[in-house]
């Protein structure tokens, strides 16, 4: 029995938070978060567990955001199977409410600044202090700014309402059903190679590539590495590109590996340059126990029994081909989507815009949650924010 299944035993019978910890410090996959399991998911290991299996996590209560706080703090913390990175922290975890609460009474400046950079984008921030109603539709309008590089975040904004917070699930259905296909191939490429982790993300991309005759095809592997291999070759030739090149090595279980996962590309790059080309994904492949330091011998062939042509001469194809050239991006409106939706309307506010300026009333200055709104505000680099902060006496007339 492998971790992956001894941890999901535990789960399902005695789980005890230290046991389950203890597997996942080993290597194990999750096939979905742990917060959708009522038996633990309150627990603070549920977010160690999260990180060490690289799966989606959420904070509900109080030592889980110290837990958070502490693990981000560590300058030791490895993270299974990536490197030490903060950042892959981040992209694993999703803002709720009680997060930005906390976030709002935090006292550790480090962590603070550390959240503000990791984050990397205010859009992301700005966003959910708009959904809990901390800020105004006005000031959530003047300072929500569009650019190719802030798409990637209004993407994960709706991706995540429509799988786990449920609120603006028509977010995403809309702006999805509106893309041509080019740009719904796109889509489903980028939720499954970075978003697929949890599986019911996963077989909604597999069943929307099935409905829409999708071609989703990446350099190096064929499937993104999120799930035991069993699993990911159910949908090996059905759904992914097939290969034309296998391999064969004296190692039965490497040899499995890499003609399920490497594409044909990435057959012939190993074929060519094998230690640095390998070696340079090994991240990937410790959860699957590949020993990357070892010296395998390859023998690499043509599949004779296998013709692409079919594909490669068909008008679907020729029509994705020429979608791709004439491909300009795709423009995600989550700004005007949300405020339609929420349309939040307040008789009194804490702040305001004046001539392009953003005015903070001087007796809301003072209560805590404004203070810490209008210390992140200041110590952005956004030159609007910089420049155009203003402190006056409210006047309610």
């Known amino acids: ?58 904070i509900f209560n109080r030592k889980q955001y ?42 550790n400046n480090d962590f603070l600044l550390l959240i503000h950079e ?14 809990y109603n901390y800020i105004s539709t006005k000031i959530f309008y003047s300072f929500y700014y569009y650019g190719n590089k802030h798409n990637y975040f209004n993407f994960v904004f709706e991706l995540y309402e429509y799988f786990y917070h449920n609120e603006f699930k028509n977010l995403f259905e809309n702006t999805f059903d509106a893309l041509d296909i080019t740009g719904k191939s796109k889509i489903i490429s980028e939720m499954l190679l970075f978003y697929g982790r949890d599986i019911n993300i996963f077989k909604y991309c597999i ?86 330091d070892k010296l395998y011998k390859f023998k690499y062939y043509k599949k004779k029994d296998i013709n692409l042509d079919y594909i ?9 081909l020429e979608g791709n050239k004439n491909f300009k991006g795709i423009t995600y409106n989550t700004r005007d989507n949300i405020i339609n939706l929420i349309n939040i309307k307040k008789e009194n506010s804490y702040f305001d815009v ?20 209008f210390n992140i505000l200041c110590s952005t680099p956004h030159e609007v924010f910089n420049n155009y902060i203003l402190i006056k006496d409210y006047n309610p007339n």
């Open 354 to 373: 004046l001539d392009k300026k953003l005015v903070f009333f001087k007796y809301t200055c003072e209560e805590p949650y404004i203070r810490k709104i």
């Open 66 to 107: 110290q837990k958070l706080v502490e693990l981000i703090s560590r300058k030791d913390f490895t993270i299974y199977p990536h490197l030490n990175n903060h950042y892959i922290i981040f992209n694993i975890f999703i803002i709720n409410k009680y997060f930005i609460e906390q976030l709002m009474i935090e006292k």
């Open 207 to 292: 069943k929307k590539i099935k409905q829409y005759h999708l071609y989703i095809r990446y350099d190096y592997f064929r499937i993104p590495l999120h799930f035991p291999i069993e699993y990911l070759k159910e949908y090996n030739d059905d759904v992914f590109f097939p290969n034309e090149l296998f391999v064969t090595c004296e190692d039965k279980k490497i040899e499995e590996f890499i003609n399920t996962f490497f594409s044909d590309y990435f057959i012939l790059v190993l074929s060519n340059n094998y230690n640095d080309k390998y070696k340079c994904y090994e991240r990937f492949y410790s959860r699957y126990n590949i020993d990357i």
């Open 118 to 131: 990791r984050l990397s984008n205010k859009i992301t921030i700005l966003l959910y202090l708009y959904k």
């Open 1 to 58: 029995m492998d971790n992956t299944e001894l941890f999901y035993k535990e789960l399902n019978s005695t789980c005890n938070p230290d046991t389950l910890l203890k597997i996942a410090k080993k290597g194990i996959f999750l096939y979905e978060p742990l917060f959708t399991n009522n038996k633990i998911k309150d627990h603070e290991n549920v977010i160690e567990i999260s990180i060490l299996a690289g799966q989606y996590f959420m």
């Open 312 to 320: 490669y001469n068909s008008e679907e194809y020729k029509n994705f």
